[in-house]
């Protein structure tokens, strides 16, 4: 965005436009418009209340996008007097990375929200608006029109308020549907005048309302009127993009809370099925743009034709609508109500065709030359106004279209009268330009919406792009064969089982995640950060019971019992260096791409500089240990940013010893990282016990002693619990394959259970030797026996080669040559029975047990 | 007319024997999955069962496959895989990924190589793009994204396990069991290794995430079943085109296992090594020895090769050895025994060998210095003799410490049958006092 960096070069001075207007309640001098004037530019740059401007943010590349709502000039602000009040918009990188899949399908580049958070801070100061900035309001369901897009305009289809992403509320759409034309307007009228003095918004103002009535009287949209506004406001109101099947009558406050209501749906429904051949119509008027600004003669005639169309297009609809309404009538007397028509009137909405009267079209028709006349002047005004009217078409297409599915819903229509009438309004619409080929039609809104509106020239099948591996969407490739259920009781136990079976709640465990909440409840409370080292050998539930807190952290969030928060997770095992862990952080926390050197100075940046960051971080750091480094400057960055105040970030480290602070930390790391420590202990045999009733509880598999059997096992050896689980897995496997019966396997015994775990944890070095072949018992005889002449626990090869020669001749056994022995010796080795050097050392080689010589004796004894 | 007609026979049993050769030798030197598997059943359907639990319920194993080599680990999985493509459904829900400890040598190529048997999307061509910690969060996101029921399995072969563990840090093992053990794409991750430490060698946490799943294989069959297995490995196919051929080589193969000679030597073989390659490798070259005019395997085939395999490869290179390097190699053996095992040099050697040539010998001529320096330069080329130290350029290369590498029975053997040695010789390595 090249104006961005020519704002950096240059000063601006900011000056009020008008004369102040005093706020009786609040004391101070509002104004209606303000000047901005660059250094060194002649040219002044006016913005008027109701605008939308671009504000000074964080990232140059992407400023604040916001709605003027205010100019006033407070004495009591010590940097600068002059102020304004704002409605912010929000772009889709600055929603909460965590968050951003609410959205459910990808924005567009120029799309942005309007941000619907009363906590938000609206008073900015004047001077840190850098320019005016188009903003278009859209239905949520429409595409953005392409012609439209340039980086200077923004469209807004939905709100965001922190929690989800909501339609826009109608009030509010309608609301910037009218400042959006206002705009158009007032730039137009400030581009030719270059001074303006009373604002001109009234007039044009004046002028929307009318045309707003006009078009509203063939798009017959229903709206009950029951909303306590001006009168204008309410015609913005019907303005507005959402038309609604009749027979929903809610007032228009709760729209925005009955978006889910069935009638949408069934609206819905409507427009992906019948809205196609009305639709196709629609990217025909707007791709007369493209051609508008290279011939500005023609425009006038393509506008002319435009507005023919709309005349044409209006009486059909009429005589549509009048077949329509006796049918209502008998059908539906609620309806009628609604229809009845109340001309002129405040109230109505729904406006029958019958009162689709000359005198409406005539309005329009002496409208349309006024902008016209109003837009002689220069091509540039004259693509403007080409493109203000071809928005008012499609518009008035939609409604149309919306009408028509309405009609549809109710199935009024006869189907050939619709296709009857598609056809005309194909024809009537058909602009100078080539027809569509019909088998784009076929497909669906979004796709052919937009490869009609590239360029004429390019052929509407969209022919699949090679990928650029970076944005590959990383997954794999999903089974067509639905993977089987559990039959049996055993099956179910061991899904129950597996490690990666999240239990409903964590038992044993109650403590820690007291403490673990509490701590960061009261970090996010406070709204300050704080570090927490969490400590414990493998498989005692560290990382599960942190999730499980910001689970329910999370879920008080959403009950609003606690800010919300953003949570962030890295290990230090899943990165293949400590430095990569910034670029984790930074990927999650905003979604962008960096090195990892770039990475650590945005996000020094973003957590020690004063109000960077609206909401909490809680960031997991997995595997701690795992980030150390030389210098310590990741650990040391980890433990030193929470400590900002700004920062607001929570830290919790997670890593199996105790004593990793004050190990391999240094003092200033270990000292930043404070004494909020956790110690998770082994389980003990109970608590396993426990664990695995917790998973078991509706599932009768096992014999009831023989769970305590394998939890004392396990407490005696590790009090891992994955190992738990593991044994009693397989222990299930073993039961269902001891069974005659497949189909009704016994209880898990204890004989079963022992059988598992002798199965892993028995050593296999006796089987080995055991198993081994007589030459290979014979040489680890010959290596017991020279250890014993030697005394020494190590012999060469060649000694033991003596040994072993002299014990085969013993055991009558031929004469085992040198490299046969060699072969044994590095079997032997090969699976660490012995522990040798390497083979190039020949017959020097020095040989050891790996088993001790007991266990050798007892394998060897045992014939 | 009836040479003719046995000439003609002849081709066609040459034909015939080629056949077999190509048939016997497939089996022995491929891994093929066809043949059948020997005294691993309850292994086999341990594993068989995990495969398709991960298969058809997405269950996630991890399991290893332990054993010495030549035991069959990697016949087992093959076999295992293959019965499982054929169960209905499978083969095209499975992901495979084969990966071999001694090829990736490190956790960077053996993330790209894991990419590209997936198939994922930052694959093109043969390429795959990023750099290494790209890929590694790229692959462990496409790995999350999955979960139990919607997801394709994937199997993971680790062949050389133990060199994985040697990786740094671990971080490959460590993710691959981590997803193993969270209910992310279902995995089963199969680790073949031949050492019986493999647990010890993983970090702690790796090997808490590790199912502690062990499949031992063991060769722990007697000698009648390593009878049998001989006489299936060598008996030819009902599908044979020649019946009546391959009826008679089963004969033989029959009665070859009834012979007494070969019994000793297989029992010699089984001895000495349990595992079936070498039996294989005993097999390929008596096989090697049939020709159209000696069609079949004889007990002197199996003797021949059986000495070929137990042959002492250092008693070989002693016999080609001139006479002179014959009594370097004596004199040597006379330093060892005198001064027990301590290194020696050149010139203790040249010493001895002089003392030799001027008391006792008759038949040895009295070589200048310099030849009994190249002589001697030449067992160490041989690496019969090895210095203790690196060579360095300054050191002088008369006192440069040696160690003898051979034996004082392989000297004493290979005397025996070295052709025509003097007697003066073979009396001066008898005894090292004798010239006295």
Known sequence: MAYCSARLRTRQTYLWVGRPSLDQKLHYQTYKEMSMKREGYSTEIHIQVGQFVLIEGDDDQNPYVAKLVELFEDDSEPYSKKRARVQWFIRFCEVPVCKQHLLGRKPDTQEIFWYDNPACNSNISVETIIGCVQVVALAPDEVI????????????????????????????????????????????????????????????????????????????????????????????????????????????????????????????????????????????????????????????????????????????????????????????????????????????????????????????????????????????????????????????????????????????????????????????????????????????????????????????????????????????RSRNLAAQEPTNMLEEARLRLHVSAVPESLPCREQEFQDIYNFVESKLLDHTGGCMYISGVPGTGKTATVHEVIRCLQQAAQDSDVPPFQYIEVNGMKLTEPHQVYVQILQKLTGKRATANHAAELLAKRFCTKGSSQETTVLLVDEL??????????????????????????????????????????????????????????????????????????????????????????????????????????????????????????????????????????????????????????????????????????????????????????????????????????????????????????????????????????????? | MSSRKSKSSNLIQADYLSQVQRILRERFCHQSPHDNLFGVQVQYKHLIELLKRTAVHGESNSVLIIGPRGSGKTMLINHALKELMEVEGVSENVLQVHLNGLLQINDKIALKEITRQLNLENVVGDKVFGSSAENLSFLLEALKKGDRTSSCPVIFILDEFDLFAHHKNQTLLYNLLDISQSAQTPVAIIGLTCRLDILELLEKRVKSRFSHRQIHLMNSFSFPQYLKIFKEQLSLPSVFPEKIFAEQWNENVQGLSEDRSVREVLQKHFNASKNLRSLHMLLMLALNRVTPSHPFITAADLMEANQLCSMDSKGNIVHGLSVLEICLIIAMKHLNDIYEEEPFNFQMVYNEFQKFVQRKAHSVYNFEKPVVMKAFEHLQQLELIRPMERTSVNAQREYQLMKLLLDNTQIMNALQKYPNCPTDVRQWATSSLSWL
């Open chain 1, 145 to 476: 029109p392409i012609h439209l897009k340039n980086e200077k305009t923004f469209f807004v289809k939905l709100s965001w308020n922190e929690k989800k992403f909501k339609p826009l509320p109608p009030e509010v759409f309608a609301q910037l549907n009218k400042l959006q034309e206002d705009n158009h307007r007032y730039q137009k009228s400030m581009e030719a005048k270059t001074k303006s003095t009373e604002s001109p918004s009234w007039t044009t103002t004046e002028h929307a309302v009318k045309r707003i009535e006009s078009r509203h009287s063939t798009s017959k949209s229903r709206h009950t009127a029951s909303h306590p506004v001006t009168p204008r406001a309410r015609k913005r109101l019907e303005l507005s993009g959402f038309p609604r099947t009749p027979n929903t009558k809610i007032s228009q406050a709760t729209s925005c809370a009955s978006l889910d209501s069935p009638g949408r749906m069934k609206r819905k429904v409507a427009f992906s099925e019948i809205m196609s051949p009305s639709k196709r119509s629609l990217p025909d008027g707007s791709q007369t743009s493209p051609p508008a600004p290279k011939a500005p003669e023609k425009t006038g005639e393509i506008q002319h034709s435009c507005t023919k169309d709309a005349k044409k297009t209006s009486p059909d609809l009429g005589m549509i609508l009048r077949t329509r309404v006796p049918a209502l009538k008998t059908t539906e007397t609620s309806e009628e109500r609604t229809l009845t028509p109340t001309r002129g009137g405040r109230k109505s909405s729904m406006v029958p065709s019958v009162i689709l009267k000359p005198e409406y079209i005539e309005r329009r028709e002496g409208k349309e030359p006024d902008v016209q006349d109003e837009a002689t002047s220069t091509s540039r005004i004259r693509r403007k106004s080409s493109l203000l009217t071809l928005n008012r078409i499609r518009q008035q297409l939609r409604f149309l279209g919306n009408s028509k599915s309405d009609q549809n819903d109710e199935e009024f229509l006869p189907a050939a009268e619709i296709s009857d009438c598609d056809s005309e309004e194909e024809e009537a619409s058909t602009t100078p330009l080539s027809r569509r080929t019909p088998n784009s039609v076929s497909r669906n809104l979004h796709s052919s919406m937009k490869s009609s509106l590239q360029t004429p020239s390019k052929t509407p099948k969209k022919t699949p792009e090679p990928r650029t591996p970076r944005d590959a969407t990383p997954r794999i």
């Open chain 1, 625 to 863: 240990d795992l980030l150390w480094t030389q210098k310590q400057d990741v650990m040391y960055n980890l433990f030193d940013w929470p400590t900002h105040k700004e920062a607001r970030l929570v830290v919790l480290t997670i890593a199996n010893t105790m004593d990793l602070p004050e190990r391999i930390m240094m003092n200033r790391v270990s000292s930043r990282l404070g004494l909020t420590r956790m110690s998770f202990q082994p389980y003990t045999h109970s608590q396993l016990q426990q664990i695995l009733m917790s998973r078991l509880r509706h599932v009768k598999a096992f014999e009831d002693d023989t769970i305590q059997l394998v939890a004392r096992k396990v407490a005696a050896l590790s009090g891992d619990a994955r190992r738990c689980l593991d044994i009693c897995r397989r222990a299930t496997e073993i039961c269902e394959f001891s069974c005659q019966k497949p189909d009704s396997p016994g209880l898990v015994t204890t004989a079963h259970l022992l059988e598992a775990i002798d199965e892993m944890f028995s050593s296999s070095y006796i089987t080995a030797i055991k198993n081994s072949s007589i030459l290979e018992q014979s040489f680890l005889r010959a290596v017991l026996a020279e250890f014993r002449r030697s005394g020494l626990e190590e012999a060469t090869f060649q000694q033991v080669y003596i040994q072993h020669v002299a014990l085969c001749r013993m055991e009558g056994l031929p004469y085992p040559t040198m490299s046969e022995t060699m072969a044994v010796c590095s079997r032997l080795g090969a699976c660490r029975l012995l522990l040798v050097e390497p083979s190039r050392n020949d017959v020097l080689l020095r040989v050891r047990l790996n088993v001790s010589q007991d266990d050798v004796l007892y394998a060897l004894k045992e014939e």
